[in-house]
């Protein structure tokens, strides 16, 4: 047999419908209330119930009570207890248990009699007291003499009465209560639940049209402090998508100049080699395959900043034990295959913090080989790793090349800066954007300054520990 599952567009099962947020909350407000009114409705029942029916039989064991202690009263047949001419409210009778005869007042209707009454007229029992089913009355008889027992009956129509009016009470206040607390419950959660409709069109908005404008924050509640959250994240998202935009424009501004250099060497190589054209010099055609191998070897060093960049932009995932003394020692090592002549002094201390070998090493070694690229054939770069006391630790590279002016300090750290010593030199203008994007990454910071050597500085803040 082949079964179909189908489903509405809402995602619904046919035949079921999903309760809104709103719809959920206005219902449980009705039902706690409903729960509690309940509760109360019938403890309170009960408690009447209860009290009304005890305050019946005390006052038919007090009217028994008297009944007994009434003296005789002579009538024109016989003698009978001077409780009969005062019982019009309720069936009073004298039970002979010998005779198993029961006198009542002529006026009046005999109360309802069995075993129970029996037993008190004959001394078994001292009195008893018990409900009538057949007459619905409540009946009591206490012994007056040997062989004989008094018996009154009393009605309980009245206490029925009176707790079916209670019943009518409780149900129509309990309800009434319900149905406030259901219009209460519904404007509750029409305000409180205003601020998620909003959050709710913003997202729609930000779907829909990509707008990321915050929304307006009122109050100071968790719903308040949600909408804020929600406002930071557009923030993010916002500030994310400009540097996308600012980075693909650069990157493009960038890409321009070799490939607008590499279309002109081709074409000056692919229009020689056309037959009848003038043959280029052999001098001239080494300089232009040159001048193609540079701008192919910026082109690929410009891409790998640019993936780089895009991958460090990426969040992390799973971090790691990071050992500073081994990162600065592995990027070291690969500065010193490209450096020359050109020396390293090193001065090296443990510290451990949680992060991302490869980035913090990529850092490293774009600082390294930047020092490198601005120093003097024979001269020295110093590197440091020195602990500061206050819970971070600084990598310093210190070069003797001519420095950063002062006007480019402040944006050594920009992508695709380059500074005028610098425009004449390879490089994709990215590698010290990649240094910055590591190390606050990693809730740090990187500063640029004048070298006591005479050069450039720069310097890594990393928190952690120790080694």
């Not at 740090?444 to 928190?463: C, K, Q, S």
Request: proline share 6%.
């Amino acid at each position: 047999m082949t079964t179909v599952d189908v489903t509405d567009p809402r995602g619904d099962r046919w035949g079921t419908r999903r309760f809104s947020l709103r719809g959920r909350v206005t219902l449980l407000a009705a039902a706690c209330v409903a729960g509690a009114v309940a509760l109360v409705s019938l403890g309170a029942y009960m408690i009447v119930s209860s009290n009304l029916y005890q305050q019946l039989d005390n006052n038919l064991l007090a009217r028994a009570q008297a009944a007994v202690a009434s003296p005789q009263v002579q009538t024109q047949l016989e003698q009978v207890p001077g409780a009969f001419l005062a019982s019009a409210d309720l069936q009073i009778g004298q039970l002979n248990a010998y005779s198993n005869k029961l006198i009542y007042p002529q006026a009046g209707s005999p109360p309802p009699y069995g075993p129970l009454e029996l037993a008190v007229a004959t001394g078994q029992s001292p009195q008893s007291l018990r409900t009538d089913v057949a007459t619905d009355t409540r009946v009591v008889a206490l012994p007056t003499g040997h062989g004989q027992a008094m018996v009154l009956a009393q009605s309980m129509e009245p206490t029925k009465r009176t707790l079916n009016e209670l019943a009518v009470v409780l149900f129509l206040v309990g309800g009434a209560g319900i149905v406030v607390a259901a219009g209460a419950g519904t404007a509750v959660a029409r305000t409180g639940l205003r601020p998620v409709d909003r959050l709710t069109s913003a997202a729609e908005r930000v779907a829909a049209t990509g707008d990321l404008r915050p929304i307006p924050v009122s109050g100071d509640d968790e719903l308040a402090r949600l909408t804020q959250s929600f406002n930071t994240m557009l923030g993010t998202v916002a500030e994310s998508q400009e540097r996308q935009r600012q980075l693909v424009a650069d990157a493009g501004h960038e890409l321009r100049t070799p490939l607008t250099s590499l279309r002109t060497n081709l074409e000056l190589l692919l229009s020689a080699s056309r037959p009848g054209a003038r043959t280029l010099p052999a001098e001239d055609r080494a300089d232009i395959e040159a001048d193609i191998s540079g701008q192919l070897d910026e082109l690929t060093q410009l891409i790998g900043d640019l993936v780089e960049l895009a991958r460090q932009e990426e969040p992390r995932e799973q971090t790691e034990r990071v050992e500073l003394v081994d990162v600065v020692e592995r990027a070291l090592y690969r500065a010193r295959r490209r450096a020359g002549d050109i020396e390293f002094d090193v001065s090296l201390q443990p510290w451990v913090l949680t992060g991302d070998n490869s980035s913090l090493e990529r850092a490293v070694l774009n600082l390294l080989d930047n020092a490198v690229k601005f120093s003097p054939a024979g001269s020295r770069v110093r590197l440091t790793l020195r602990p500061l006391g206050d819970g971070t630790a600084v990598v310093e590279v210190a070069d003797t090349g001519p420095g950063i002016a002062d006007e480019d300090l402040p944006k050594v750290f920009d992508r695709f800066y380059r500074s005028s010593e610098a425009r004449t030199l390879p490089g994709s203008g990215l590698g010290l954007s990649i240094v910055k994007q590591a190390v606050e990454r990693h809730g740090g910071a990187v500063y640029a300054m004048h070298a006591p050597e005479g050069g450039a500085l720069f310097t890594i803040r990393l928190p952690g520990a120790p080694g």
